[in-house]
C-alpha cells in the first residue's frame, strides 16, 4: 500500500525558535497534502490543504504566517512552526492524497505523526 | 454543537465480543464515510470506507451507514487484544481524499 513518512517523529524545542517537519509520500506522486494538528485525547483538526506548485489553502483560525507550509515537490511538503510556543505543543499528521488510480483508489494516506514538545 | 459526534469512551470489552462504534453527524451534505484506526502515537489507518447509505463488510469488519438517521457504525466481530486501538469515524462531502472531518474518537481496549 501507499506509504507516508514524517520526519522528525519528534522534536523538542525552545520557545521562539522554528521547526520544520517533512512529509514525504514514498511510492506515490501526491499532488495534494493535508495537514493536521491532533491534541491529546481528541480528534484531528485540519489545518491547511497543500497543493504542490501553488499556495496551501487555510482553515478558519489557523495562522498562516505561524504556520508556513511549502509543497515544492509531489513527494515532498513541510510545515515550519515559526516562533512556536509551548501552547504550539502537538502532535502533527500529515496525509497525503493518491489519486493515480482515479476515482475509485483516490483516497488520502497519512504519515505517522510528528510530536512537537516547545518548553 | 459538532458536525460529528462520537462517543470516546474508553470502551472495554472481553476477547471475542462483538464491538459497535458509533457516529453520528449533522451535515447532510456529507457522502463518503470512512472509520480510521489509531494506534497511540501513530498516524490513522484507513479500515473502511463507504459510499452513501448501506453495509459494507470486510473480514470481521462491518461498515453501517444510515443518512436518513446521520448515523453510522462499525461492528467488529470476534474481536481481539490487537484491535486494541482508537477509533475515528471520518466524513466528507467530496471523497476520501478531500478534506475530512473527523470524530473525536473511541478508544476501544480488548482484554485478553
Known amino acids: 500500500g501507499a506509504v507516508v513518512s514524517q520526519h522528525p517523529s519528534w522534536v523538542i524545542c525552545k520557545s521562539g525558535t ?36 501553488s499556495k496551501a ?14 509543497h515544492a515537490s509531489l513527494t515532498l511538503s ?19 492524497r493518491d489519486s493515480s488510480g482515479g476515482l475509485i483508489t483516490d483516497t488520502q494516506y497519512f504519515g505517522p505523526g510528528t510530536r512537537l514538545t516547545v518548553l | 454543537q ?33 472509520w480510521y484506526r489509531q494506534y497511540s502515537r501513530k498516524g490513522p489507518e484507513l479500515l473502511m470506507y463507504t459510499y452513501s447509505s448501506g453495509n459494507k463488510e470486510d473480514g470481521r469488519f462491518t461498515a453501517q451507514v ?17 484491535d486494541s486501538a ?9 471523497g476520501s481524499a478531500r478534506q475530512l472531518t473527523f470524530g473525536s474518537g473511541t478508544q476501544l481496549t480488548v482484554l485478553p
Open chain 2, 2 to 34: 459538532k458536525e460529528v459526534e462520537q462517543d470516546p469512551g474508553p470502551l472495554s470489552v472481553p476477547e471475542g465480543a462483538i464491538v459497535s462504534l458509533n457516529c453520528t453527524y449533522s451535515n447532510s451534505a456529507f457522502q463518503y464515510f470512512m
Open chain 2, 86 to 94: 482508537t477509533y475515528l469515524c471520518a466524513m466528507s462531502a467530496q
Open chain 1, 78 to 96: 513541510t510545515l515550519t512552526v515559526t516562533s512556536a510556543h509551548p501552547e504550539d505543543s502537538s502532535f502533527y499528521i500529515c496525509s497525503a
Open chain 1, 18 to 53: 522554528s521547526v520544520k517537519i517533512e512529509c514525504r509520500s514514498l511510492d506515490f506522486q501526491a499532488t495534494t497534502m493535508f495537514w493536521y494538528r491532533q491534541f491529546p485525547k481528541q480528534s484531528l483538526m485540519l489545518m491547511a490543504t497543500s497543493n504542490e506548485g
Open chain 2, 66 to 82: 444510515d443518512k436518513s438517521s446521520k448515523y453510522i457504525s462499525l461492528f467488529i466481530r470476534d474481536s481481539q487484544p490487537s
Open chain 1, 57 to 70: 489553502t487555510y482553515e478558519q483560525g489557523v495562522e498562516k504566517d505561524k504556520f508556513l507550509i511549502n
